[in-house]
């Protein structure tokens, strides 16, 4: 890591995390709260010999991140909600095709064209695979500009080992907030680790090809298995969480990204309160730290609050991760309106008054 300090927007950092991670393409089109990041790229990018191109449209930019991706190269794409949900095609194809590639979508309130407040009702959506056909991707979730960092630099190596989509799933506040942050050093684009499978051209070797077009049933069934027992492997290697002030908590709130940020300063208040309550924050949201969670449930805690800045959506995977054993309260606020720490923590204080009545 660079010894000192740098002040630095969330999409701006981003953008420098990934040109270091060893990203030399990227492609999108601006909607906003994410234009910094490609404004930002469009700057940098030619500074290390990489290629930046504004598309036409979203549909344009997922497809030129299929060819950067099949020639070898570090490529990521970023957008916000409705642009998102036009590259849902693209997305499916590049899971088919067993690509690697990363997407930023920094989410604004919805459904429709909605707002460019902060927002996180994209859940469903990303975890979920977004497009057609059986497929996963991985779903990363900071909650600080410098998680935002970390995370960006490691979704790259995370794509291409498993070859598919690393989703950072951000907001507006991630995205325009200013923080200092540590910026990981330079990769070196010749110590990457080689990819067999990419289509460089087949002088002096045997051809290659990438498709998602299987028309043989037997063949795609195969196919799919295959995706499958890759994603089972991904399950099995990668689950990232963290927990504040859980060891005493008799009631345990469960947030992500930003709420998780407003979660963890309510939990402080609440407890100064008398309340017992700490953080379980999921940093993959898929796969989603099940396990994990039943480990707390084993562990004597059956008070769960899921907060997030939806209609409730992850609540649906606390519920599939801890059954209908313990209690599994729900506070949402969908739209892009983003309560302070003091309102949860009332919540909080008011959940644990009906508990004890």
Partial sequence: MTEELELAK??????????????????GYPITPQNELPEYMSRRLPEVGGVFVQSESELAGINMVIGASMAGGRVMISSSSPGISLMQEGLSFIAGQELPAVVVNMIRGGPGLGNVAPSQSDYFQATRGGGHGDYRQIVLAPYSVQEAVDLTYQ???????????????GDGM???MMEPVLFPPMRNLDELPPKDWTLTGAKGRPSRIILSLILDVTAMEEHNWKLMRKYQKVEEELCLWEGFQLEDAEMVVVAFGTAARIAKGAVK?????????????????????KQELWSLYSSGKDD????????????????????????????????????SPQELARVFSRLALSRRG
């Avoid at 208040?269 to 730290?289: D, S």
């Fill in 174 to 176: 991630v995205a325009q």
């Fill in 10 to 27: 969330g999409t701006h950092a981003i953008g420098e995390a990934a040109i270091r991670s060893g990203c030399r393409y990227y492609f």
């Fill in 269 to 289: 208040r609440a407890q100064r309160e008398g309340v017992k309550v700490g953080l379980f924050r999921p940093i993959t949201l898929w796969p989603f730290p």
């Fill in 155 to 169: 979704a790259f190596d995370l794509a291409d080992t498993y070859r598919m989509v690393v989703m950072i799933l």
């Fill in 304 to 339: 769960f609050v899921v907060f997030e800045l939806n209609a409730g959506q992850m609540v649906e995977d606390v519920k599939l991760a801890l059954g209908n054993q313990p209690q599994i309260h729900s506070y949402a606020r969908p739209g892009g309106t983003v309560p």
